[in-house]
């Protein structure tokens, strides 16, 4: 991963990351663990499972899926499951912390909640961004809690409450420096309307493109700017410019 960005010559300035849904658990990967990168300004997450995923979405609402759904949860720490199935990654079941610690390999690391693996690198380069931007959608039923998004979550061992980020032990022990980035001033806290991913045209324009522009542009912007190409082009793909809002699928 370190090589493939080191060798991105339009990075070279270094550059931001606009992340969808379990993409931003990769965004961060980069921020934390690629080492002699450039620098990753902005961080833009939208409906990210930044503190894990309660439940394994079903496949339907048929008998067939809703076995093999059970089948899942009860081998989601295993190492074929953690091996075959994506989403297991940052599956963290509250009542089986133990296991989940033990077996999920991927967030126990880029959350730095391993107790006796804790990486102090990791929050070093998190809490050089220069902002971290939280999207959580209101009506969100794909990431449970939603809360997730801004880094919320279920305390060990209940399925409720669910805690705000400010009151998880992540960031009350700072382990990838949230509380540091926070108390900073460069976290923040957005709510839209909406299901997953499903963001409206004003929403993209005021929460997440000022973040995609030069400082020297931000110190001007006014609604008659005319955007860099590259910027409408990115986004325009990524979020089909509408007045529609997204639609996840």
Request: proline share 7%; hydrophobic share 35%.
């Amino acid at each position: 991963m370190d090589l493939q960005v080191k060798e991105m010559k339009e990075l070279s300035e270094g550059f931001n990351i606009v992340g969808l849904s379990q993409g931003n658990l990769i965004g961060r990967a980069v921020v934390e663990y690629c080492d002699g990168v450039p620098p990753v300004k902005n961080m833009i997450s939208l409906g990210g499972p930044h503190a894990g995923e309660a439940s394994v979405p079903l496949c339907g609402s048929g008998i067939f899926c809703i076995i093999a759904d059970n089948l899942i949860k009860s081998e989601i720490y295993s190492k074929y499951v953690q091996a075959h199935l994506a989403p297991s990654g940052y599956v963290k079941i509250p009542t089986d912390i133990s296991a989940y610690l033990s077996g999920c390999k991927f967030l126990p690391k880029l959350n730095n909640e391993l107790p006796d693996e804790r990486n102090a690198t990791y929050k070093d380069r998190f809490t050089s961004l220069q902002n971290l931007v939280l999207i959580m959608f209101e009506h969100d039923t794909v990431l449970i809690p939603k809360e997730t998004a801004w880094f919320g979550y279920y305390p060990d061992g209940a399925f409720e409450p669910v805690l705000p980020p400010q009151q998880t032990k992540l960031y009350v022990e700072d382990w990838i420096g949230l509380r540091t980035l926070d108390e900073a001033g460069k976290v923040k806290y957005i709510s839209v309307p909406g299901n997953h991913l499903g963001i409206s045209r004003s929403d993209m324009k005021k929460y997440v493109v000022p973040y995609l522009m030069d400082e020297s542009v931000t110190e001007t912007a006014s609604s008659s700017i005319h955007w860099p190409l590259s910027v409408w082009t990115f986004i325009g793909e990524l979020f089909g410019l509408s007045d529609r809002p997204l639609q996840h699928k």
